[in-house]
């Protein structure tokens, strides 16, 4: 095993109506003063979800997060994926298979989030926090 094993991924999705947008993210460490560095290690664009077959795509440099030495080039169709679930599934099915990254290695995961709320940067969701976003789901309701 490669030293890229240890280090933390992080995944970051945006779900839109008929689509998935996601990004994993892997943090080296450098030795400079901040200690850390982040890559991008896959891109992934899910497109047609309400509308299958839905268009998949994911780009990328496993090699940064796995022994997987080529870069990931995949644009493909998809009749299985149907819904945001079976997208999210098909991406790290993917994830696992063609770029070698087990899923467990994901120790932080993002979700953008359209509030209309007074939240002005990045929030941990908590329960308070939640709740203080679902009062606002007529806002932004999908």
Same mark, same amino acid.
């Given at each position: 095993? %490669? /030293?890229? @094993? $240890?280090? *933390?991924?992080?995944?970051? &999705?945006?779900?839109?109506? +008929?689509?998935?947008?996601?990004?994993?993210?892997?943090?080296?460490?450098?030795?400079?003063?901040?200690?850390?560095?982040?890559?991008?290690?896959?891109?992934?664009?899910? %497109? /047609?979800? @309400? $509308?299958? *077959?839905?268009?998949?795509? &994911?780009?990328?440099?496993? +090699?940064?997060?796995?022994?997987?030495?080529?870069?990931?080039?995949?644009?493909?169709?998809?009749?299985?994926?149907?819904?945001?679930?079976?997208?999210?599934?098909?991406?790290?099915?993917?994830?696992?298979?063609?770029?070698?990254?087990?899923?467990?290695?994901?120790?932080?995961?993002?979700?953008?989030?359209?509030?209309?709320?007074?939240?002005?940067?990045?929030?941990?969701?908590?329960?308070?926090?939640?709740?203080?976003?679902?009062?606002?789901?007529?806002?932004?309701?999908?």
């Amino acid at each position: 095993m %490669s /030293g890229h @094993t $240890s280090s *933390p991924l992080v995944l970051s &999705v945006n779900s839109g109506s +008929s689509s998935l947008k996601i990004t994993l993210f892997s943090r080296r460490h450098t030795g400079g003063d901040d200690g850390a560095a982040i890559d991008i290690v896959l891109n992934a664009s899910i %497109s /047609g979800i @309400t $509308s299958p *077959p839905a268009n998949f795509t &994911v780009k990328g440099s496993p +090699s940064v997060a796995s022994n997987q030495k080529d870069q990931l080039d995949i644009e493909e169709t998809v009749d299985s994926i149907h819904d945001h679930a079976s997208a999210f599934v098909h991406f790290l099915r993917c994830m696992e298979e063609k770029a070698s990254i087990e899923k467990e290695r994901i120790v932080y995961v993002c979700h953008r989030v359209v509030h209309g709320g007074d939240y002005e940067g990045p929030v941990t969701i908590d329960k308070e926090s939640f709740h203080h976003i679902e009062r606002l789901t007529d806002l932004a309701p999908l």
